[in-house]
């Protein structure tokens, strides 16, 4: 199995550029998350997904956009980039069901935004 | 609303020697925590996690973690640390209708050979 696979791994964007950040994971996982890690803060919840077609907004939603159209894939839309959002962006996944709470993540993506 | 505490940005420890990491909560009802393991340039692999029942929980690698509920902490430990150990280390904490994770700072480990 894959698990959770992220694309791209790096990328440079310019001010004022969008992009979109993939996410798809092949475990068959109800509910999928993204995550923001700065330097020395952990990790911040952007947006998640508890299926298909239902999303909602985490601790930092604020110039991010997602979609969630089938189960394993979960893009995640920057508009109009800033240098806040340079940040190393993780996506994950949990089965959703009885007690496995537990997320998988995937490798990252490393974004420079200047 | 939740928080999770690592109050230690940085552990060392010789090679051999025993390591804790500490991690506090805060939560409004029952706890579900969990640790974390981020080696350099990679995602974040899970160690283990507390939802209920004993409070010595074993997970990967060896590690284990200690729930205690009246000092509200999960404090990450392992017997004899290896130098493979070294690694950052996230306390979280689980809540909300998706389970989602409050993460803590995280802990830098470096085992000393």
């Known amino acids: 199995n894959a698990g959770v696979t992220q694309t791209p791994k790096f990328r440079i964007l310019k001010i004022g550029q969008s992009m979109t950040l993939q996410c798809t994971q092949d475990m068959n996982h109800n509910y999928m998350y993204w995550y923001r890690q700065d330097p020395g803060m952990g990790l911040k919840l952007i947006y998640y997904?508890?299926?298909?077609?239902?999303?909602d907004k985490g601790e930092v939603p604020n110039g991010y956009n997602v979609s969630r159209s089938t189960t394993e894939d979960f893009p995640l839309r920057l508009e109009l980039a800033a240098p806040s959002q340079t940040s190393v962006y993780f996506c994950?996944?949990?089965?959703?069901?009885?007690?496995?709470?537990?997320?998988?993540f995937g490798p990252g993506t490393r974004l420079t935004v200047t | 609303a939740q928080s999770v505490a690592q109050p230690e940005d940085q552990v060392n420890v010789a090679e051999g020697n025993p390591l804790t990491v500490k991690c506090t909560y805060s939560v409004s009802g029952n706890p579900y925590l969990f640790w974390y393991v981020q080696y350099p340039n990679r995602g974040l692999q899970f160690l283990l996690k507390?939802?209920?029942?004993?409070?010595l929980v074993k997970g990967s690698y060896g590690f284990e973690a200690e729930f205690n509920k009246s000092q509200t902490s999960f404090h990450l430990k392992k017997p004899s640390a290896l130098v493979s150990d070294s690694a950052l280390y996230f306390c979280a904490v689980s809540s909300g209708s998706a389970r989602q994770l409050t993460f803590g700072s995280g802990t830098q480990l470096t085992v000393l050979p």
């Open positions: 997904s508890v299926g298909a077609g239902i999303t």
């Open positions: 994950a996944s949990s089965n959703g069901q009885g007690r496995s709470y537990e997320q998988y």
């Open positions: 507390y939802i209920t029942g004993d409070n």
